[in-house]
């Protein structure tokens, strides 16, 4: 299958090419890149590959997918141009503003008969692969609740505005990551954090309490001003615990410029010091990492396309995790819960 990737700033650049390149059964096909700066990053990081001056331009060469991650505000309707060409889509996350308007985007998918998937990458993060390992394997009994923080030292990489804020940025991804792993939120109760520095008003850090369907308590927060670098996961059951601290090992990976497509054995797993610990009456149990590779993303992404295998993230899932994000943006304003 051949992909390009439209958009080459830091999510092109470092989130999707390198995994694209790095997919069994995929081709990176060219890239979508209009200033110089980012062309030129294109031509430092893939010597020779095409380099298109809009989406329009690749579509016209006969590529059989495109990836979407260009600003929020740009998205939709670049997502329905590939769509309109018959084209599959990757839509970076959040792929729409709201879950109506992300409906409309599934619906055009449906009527052209194209595959549209969002891509929630974090499903693959090393930790939280091991986190879904533990619950699997049924230790912790009857699981109660689970907690997931992710505070980023890096304001300068705050989405600005009514597109972004970091509740539909890094809160994208917490929230999907515990839909993936408790199953649908049946109510949300959120607070949000808000900051007139940058002249837009926007929200820089949340707390989202989701209770699920299951029964199951989860809470995801995260910063992005306040100075702290901390990736914490603790799940609580009748058993005992599970505490992992970790870090971003693919993100930190791919900023010192290694690749996936170099070192698929090594790609992904957490160093031991940041192994977590699970917590039982009998005694504690250190869990080595489990491994974690986005690329994974792209395969089964491009068997889905050939009729293969299942959609890696549906837009239907989009949908549900930019439901309970607009729940939490709703709840944070009125300060209750609300039900979905």
Known sequence: MRI???????????????????ADGVELAGVVARSAVNRAHVEQDYPGLPVYGSLAEMLATGVDAVTITTPPHTRRDLVLEAISAGVHVVADKP???TAKDARELELAASQAG???NVYHNRRRDADI???ANVL???KLGELWRVHSTMDQDNADTLELGASGGLLRDLGSHLVDQMLWLLGPA???????DWTDRFRKRTDCGFVVTMRHASGVVSTVSASKLNRSSTRELRAYGSNGSYVATGADVQAEALFAGRRPAAEPAAWGIDAPENWGTLSLQG???????AQGNYAGFYVEFARAVRGEGPEPVPAAEGIRTLEVLDAARESALRNTVIAL
């Open 4 to 22: 390009g990737v439209v958009g080459y700033g830091a999510g092109g650049r470092y989130f999707h090419a390198p995994f694209v390149e790095a």
């Open 95 to 97: 792929f729409a503003p």
């Open 114 to 116: 194209v595959v549209l």
């Open 129 to 131: 692969i091991t986190l």
């Open 136 to 138: 699997a394997s049924g």
């Open 186 to 192: 049946s109510s949300v109760y959120a607070t949000l």
């Open 283 to 289: 005694g504690r149990e250190v869990i080595a990492s």
